[in-house]
């Protein structure tokens, strides 16, 4: 009798664990909880090459403010950006940037009214400081513009036959205003190409020798592509 009981038991334990087996087999699998969706929020860091074209006219300083010189030139530019940017309302992305380029932009000039000397002229360097504001268009892609507050540095010098007579170096700043692309690649890696117009105001250009050289008109036009690497937001 007791051997009949202690079966009896084992047999119902069975057929218990049977059918719970059975039960959760026939319940649906849960699916994995979806990825977050793409956002361009965060901050990013990383760097550019393009060209630069410098324009630079000089002008008398009193009327009728007569041409003295004008300085052109096409170089490469590159250096590198950083900034943050917010993804709100949607597919509306605002955002800010700092952004410093070194330029090869070296250019001279022989004109009549400065005979016998020349004219040579550098741009060392440019930077911004800009707000954005982009459009998601797709999740991995953005358009975007962008304007704000630009600087530079000009060194210059008259020379007679290769000789420095005199110098004057100075520091602009201005404006800039510009647009391009964006492409995620990755949620940590970005590419962008973009264009840029910089216009710097007026200045009265005094050499070291104390002499006025004339009143500094110059705008640069930049063509960047570049690539950004994200710091991505906690969720």
Request: aromatic share 10%.
């Amino acid at each position: 009798m007791r051997r009949f009981a202690i079966a009896l038991l084992g047999t119902a334990a069975f057929s218990i664990g049977a059918a719970t087996f059975v039960s959760a087999a026939d319940m649906p699998l849960k699916a994995p909880p979806p990825p977050p969706a793409p956002t361009w929020t965060g901050c990013y860091l990383g760097g550019n090459v393009g060209a630069a074209l410098d324009h630079t006219y000089v002008h008398d300083e009193t009327p009728p403010f007569g041409p003295i010189a004008t300085l052109d030139d096409t170089n490469v530019a590159g250096g590198g950006q950083v900034g943050c940017d917010y993804q709100f309302a949607g597919n509306w992305v605002i955002g800010v940037q700092g952004m410093i380029d070194a330029t090869g932009s070296r250019a001279s000039t022989t004109s009549p009214v400065l005979a016998p000397l020349t004219l040579n002229g550098s741009v060392p360097w440019f930077a911004t400081v800009t707000g954005r504001l982009g459009f998601v268009v797709a999740p991995n892609w953005l358009l975007y513009t962008k304007g704000g507050g630009a600087w530079t540095r000009d060194n210059s010098n008259l020379t007679i036959g290769g000789t420095v007579v005199d110098t004057a170096n100075f520091n602009l700043n201005g404006w800039t205003a510009g647009g391009g692309a964006e492409w995620r690649v990755s949620p940590c890696v970005s590419l962008f190409v973009e264009y840029d117009y910089i216009g710097f105001n007026d200045k009265l250009v005094v050499s070291s020798g104390g002499g006025n050289l004339g009143v500094a008109q110059q705008q640069i036009q930049t063509v960047l592509v570049g690539l950004n690497l994200h710091m991505l937001p906690m969720h």
